[in-house]
C-alpha cells in the first residue's frame, strides 16, 4: 500500500510543479500573443482597405449564412460618411480554410485583399502568400540585395481594382482574370470563389437589390463549413459559378 | 566515453535521424524549407536538454513503474513552454510549424533519450547528450530540406538560387520527395560508414 501511495504521490508532485511552472510562463507570454493577433487584425484590414486608410469601422452581423457561417461586415466610415466596405471571406481549399479580409469601395470594386490564415501545401497552395522575390541567393550572399519590404504577395495584388464578374480564375498568364499560383487551382479557386460569393451578398444587402437570396442557417449546419451551401450565392447571381465550385479530391493538384 | 565523445556521438556516429531512425515523423513532415528545419530542430534542441537535465536530476526519485508518465509530464512542459514562448516571440516561425511543435512531445528521439540516457546518467553528461542529439537532428532536418527545397522550390532559406526561370521539381516538396530524400541519404551515410569499417 505504501508503494502504491509513493507511486501516486511522485506523478502527483511532478504535475503539480509542471502546472505552476506552466502557468508562470503562459502570464509572462500571453498578453504579448494577444497584442500581436489583434495587430496583425488591424494590419490586415488597414492593408485591404488601402483606398481609406483614416476610415473608422462599424461592425455588422447579418441574418445571412455563407460557407457555413454568419456573414459579418464592417462598414467604413470616413466623417460621417459611408466610404466602403470591409468583410471576412472563408474559402475551403486543400488542406485548410483560407481567410481573407476583403475591402470594397462604394462601387463594388475591391481595394485590397489580405489573407490572415492558410494552411495550405508549402511550395504549393501555400503560394497565396508569395512575395515574387526579385533577389536570388546570391544576390543576398554577395549583399546585392534590393529591400523587398514593402511588396506584396503577387497573387493577392491581382484582386486590386475588380469588381466580383471579374473575379475568373485563369491558368493563362495571357488571359484577363486572377491568374492561378499553379497549374491545378484548388487554392486559387477557394480564395477568388469566397471572395466573389462574399462580394456579391455584401453588395445584395447594402444595396437592398435582394439578387442574391439570404440563406438563413441550415437546420443541418455542417459547423466544419465544409457543406456545400455556400455556392447558392455564385449560382443564383447568373449562375456563372463554374470555376468555384472545384470540389477538393476531384480536381487533383498533382498531389 | 570522454566528455567530448558524449557531445559529439549525436552529430554523426549516433545521429538520431540517419542512425538510429528516431523522429522520422517531424523529419519528414517539416523539411519543406530550411527556415522550418532550423525552428523545428532549435525547439527540439530546447526540449531535448530540458527534459534530459530535469530527468536526470529527478531519476533517483522516480519509481520505476511510473517513470514514462513522469518523463512525458516532464517532456510536455518543456514542449508547451517553447508552444508559449514561440507564439509570442516568433509568431510567423510558429505559424508555419503549426501542429509540428505541440507534436514534439510525441518525437522519440526526446523519450528515447530520457529513457536510454537520462535516467541513467548525471545532469552534465545527460546535458552534453541532449546537445549532441538536439545538433544532430537539426542537422539531418536542415541536409534534407536543404535538398527539397532546392530541387522542390528552387529556393534556399526563401530565396531564388537558380533564377526565375527554373522550373522545380514539385514533388520534392511534397510528401513523396521527403521519403526519397531520406531513404538516400541514409543509404549514403550507410555506404560511408561500410567504407570506413572496411578501411579500419
Redesign the interface.
Known amino acids: 500500500m505504501g ?1 502504491f501511495f ?2 501516486v504521490a ?2 502527483t508532485i ?2 503539480a510543479l ?1 502546472s505552476f ?2 502557468s508562470a ?2 502570464n509572462s ?2 498578453e ?2 494577444e497584442e ?1 493577433k489583434r495587430q ?1 487584425e488591424a494590419s490586415a484590414r488597414l492593408a485591404a482597405l488601402a483606398c481609406d486608410p483614416d476610415a473608422t469601422f462599424e461592425h455588422t452581423v447579418t441574418e445571412c449564412h455563407l460557407d457555413g457561417r454568419a456573414f459579418e461586415y464592417d462598414t467604413a466610415m470616413l466623417d460621417g460618411e459611408v466610404v466602403g466596405y470591409s468583410f471576412k471571406a472563408y474559402g475551403k481549399g486543400y488542406s485548410s480554410t483560407i481567410e481573407t479580409i476583403v475591402g470594397v469601395d462604394l462601387t463594388g470594386t475591391i481595394c485590397g485583399i489580405k489573407i490572415t490564415y492558410q ?1 495550405e ?4 497552395g501555400a503560394k497565396v502568400m508569395e512575395v515574387a ?5 546570391w ?2 550572399v554577395g549583399g546585392n540585395a534590393v529591400d523587398e519590404a514593402g511588396v506584396k504577395p503577387w497573387f493577392q495584388v491581382q484582386f486590386e481594382g475588380r469588381t466580383a464578374e471579374e473575379l475568373v480564375v485563369v491558368k493563362n498568364p495571357t488571359e484577363d482574370g486572377i491568374l492561378a499560383i499553379t497549374g491545378a487551382t484548388i487554392s486559387s479557386d477557394a480564395v477568388t470563389g469566397s471572395i466573389r460569393r462574399g462580394l456579391e451578398l455584401l453588395t445584395s444587402i447594402v444595396d437592398g437589390t435582394g439578387e442574391v437570396p439570404c440563406e438563413a442557417a441550415p437546420e443541418d449546419m455542417d459547423p466544419a463549413g465544409d457543406s456545400p451551401d455556400g455556392s447558392a450565392g455564385g449560382e443564383a447571381a447568373g449562375g456563372d459559378a463554374g470555376p468555384t465550385d472545384a470540389v477538393p479530391g476531384v480536381e487533383g493538384e ?2 | 566515453m570522454s566528455a567530448v565523445s558524449e557531445l559529439t556521438k549525436g552529430v554523426y556516429r549516433e545521429n538520431p535521424v540517419f542512425r538510429l531512425a528516431l523522429g522520422l515523423c517531424p523529419a519528414l513532415a517539416v523539411s519543406t524549407s530550411v527556415e522550418n528545419a532550423l525552428g523545428m530542430g532549435a525547439a527540439a534542441t530546447f526540449v531535448l536538454i530540458g527534459s534530459n537535465a530535469v530527468v536526470s536530476l529527478i531519476r533517483k526519485a522516480i519509481p520505476a513503474k511510473v517513470r514514462i508518465p513522469c518523463y512525458i509530464v516532464v517532456i510536455a512542459t518543456f514542449v508547451t513552454v517553447v508552444e508559449l514562448v514561440m507564439g509570442a516571440y516568433l509568431p510567423e516561425l510558429s505559424k508555419s510549424l503549426g501542429i509540428f511543435i505541440p507534436l514534439i512531445v510525441v518525437n522519440c528521439i526526446i523519450l528515447g533519450r530520457a529513457e536510454a540516457f537520462a535516467s541513467k546518467n548525471g545532469i552534465f553528461r545527460s546535458i552534453l547528450d541532449a546537445i549532441g542529439m538536439g545538433i544532430g537532428f537539426t542537422f539531418a532536418l536542415v541536409l534534407i530540406s536543404a535538398l527539397r527545397e532546392v530541387l522542390g522550390d528552387g529556393k534556399l532559406m526563401g530565396y531564388m538560387v537558380f533564377g526565375p526561370n527554373f522550373k522545380p521539381v514539385l514533388m520534392m516538396i511534397l510528401a513523396p520527395g521527403a521519403f526519397i530524400t531520406m531513404g538516400l541519404l541514409m543509404g549514403m551515410f550507410n555506404v560511408i560508414d561500410e567504407r570506413r569499417q572496411r578501411k579500419g
Open positions: 508503494n509513493r507511486l511522485t506523478l511532478i504535475a509542471a511552472g506552466l510562463v503562459y507570454t500571453h504579448i500573443t500581436y496583425e494552411q501545401t508549402p511550395g504549393l522575390s526579385q533577389n536570388t541567393l544576390d543576398v498533382g498531389r
